[in-house]
């Protein structure tokens, strides 16, 4: 049985479009599956939850952006369920990630195929005292937050999204806050060292190397079980910043000597103030923050990853 779970509101109305092409395909119709459109946000998660519970054995298939898939592996109750992805975003950073690509009923087929099963370790934080949740693509604290809180904030956002130039959201966010950012005073705890850092811009984590609507974050990152790939952005001035960041566009800001690439099980960022930090793409605050990798993979078809 394939349940598909799709947000009609992802990608401004593009998910919707996704889902009413596969409908009136043959391999759609030759299925035994069910639909269900999410009403609201957290909707995903709670049918994810629900599903995942029901003994039968059965795939979910989202037809979304980040924000949906987000949700979906959140409301996972185990790693038994496989998960499918048909893109219907604005950025599709998960979809680049796992190289799912092609058109809806092509991804559809290469889904049904089964022979394009990959184990995916998603992400785990834990903020505050707050219950464990997970992360399809990154999770990072400081100024790729803050750029994101922007982008979300902004007016600008749907309509470059809607061209299809949704990356100079980033950019002309990227500005906004350069000009104001105040670099963050931080305990960073990686592989049992504890360091602090009084110039902080960013400490990130990611599944793969993609934020933002394709920018290279940590461009070497792979999909891999027990090992965060961590970047960490210190003691630079404004203007370098301002010079790396157009090189994450290829992926080239490591050669940066203010840019540290670290490894570990996991780390543990802690701070004085609040924290912006941004999961997927959506932000919040917290004062500190345990990141690790999840020890039972997803089962994730359709994906042509290495
Ligand atoms: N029916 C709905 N009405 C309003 N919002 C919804 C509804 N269903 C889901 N949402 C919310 O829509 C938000 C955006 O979804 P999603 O992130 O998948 O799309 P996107 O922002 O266009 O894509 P991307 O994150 O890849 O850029 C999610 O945070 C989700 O909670």
Redesign the pocket.
């Known amino acids: 049985m394939y349940i598909f779970i799709i947000?009609?509101?992802?990608?401004?109305g593009?998910?919707k479009r996704v889902f009413s092409k596969i409908i009136k395909s043959e391999l759609y119709q030759s299925l035994e599956s069910t639909y269900h459109?999410?009403?609201?946000?957290?909707?995903?998660?709670e049918m994810a939850k629900q599903i995942s519970l029901t003994p039968e054995r059965k795939t979910i298939i989202v037809i979304?952006?980040?924000?949906?898939?987000?949700?979906v592996l959140n409301g996972l109750t185990d790693s038994s369920t496989p998960v499918a992805f048909i893109?219907?975003?604005?950025?599709?950073?998960?979809?680049r990630g796992c190289n799912i690509n092609g058109s809806p009923v092509e991804v559809l087929r290469d889904i049904i195929n089964g022979d394009n099963e990959k184990s995916y370790w998603i992400g785990n934080y834990r903020q505050d005292r707050q219950p464990i949740r997970n992360f399809a693509n990154s999770i990072g604290f400081g100024f790729d937050a803050q750029i994101a809180n922007t982008v979300n904030k902004s007016v600008y956002k749907n309509i470059f999204?809607r061209l299809g130039i949704?990356t100079l959201s980033y950019v002309i966010a990227l500005i906004q806050v350069l000009i104001h950012f105040k670099p963050m005073t931080v305990i960073v705890d990686v592989n049992q060292q504890q360091r602090k850092l009084t110039n902080c811009w960013m400490v990130t984590t990611g599944n793969h190397p993609y934020y933002g609507?394709g920018m290279k974050i940590i461009p070497d990152a792979k999909i891999q079980p027990n090992i965060l790939p961590i970047l960490i952005i210190h003691d630079i001035s404004k203007w370098k910043v301002l010079s790396l960041f157009i090189t994450v566009f290829i992926g080239k800001h490591q050669m940066f000597k203010e840019v540290e690439r670290l490894e570990a099980t996991d780390f543990t960022i802690i701070s004085d103030q609040e924290l912006f930090f941004q999961v997927?793409?959506?932000t919040d605050t917290c004062k500190t923050c345990t990141v690790t990798k999840q020890v039972d993979p997803v089962i994730l078809l359709g994906t042509k990853m290495e």
């Open positions: 947000n009609p509101r992802a990608g401004n593009r998910a459109f999410t009403r609201y946000p957290g909707h995903a998660e979304g952006g980040d924000g949906t898939i987000h949700e893109p219907g975003g604005s950025g599709n950073d998960f979809a999204n949704g609507g997927d793409g959506q």
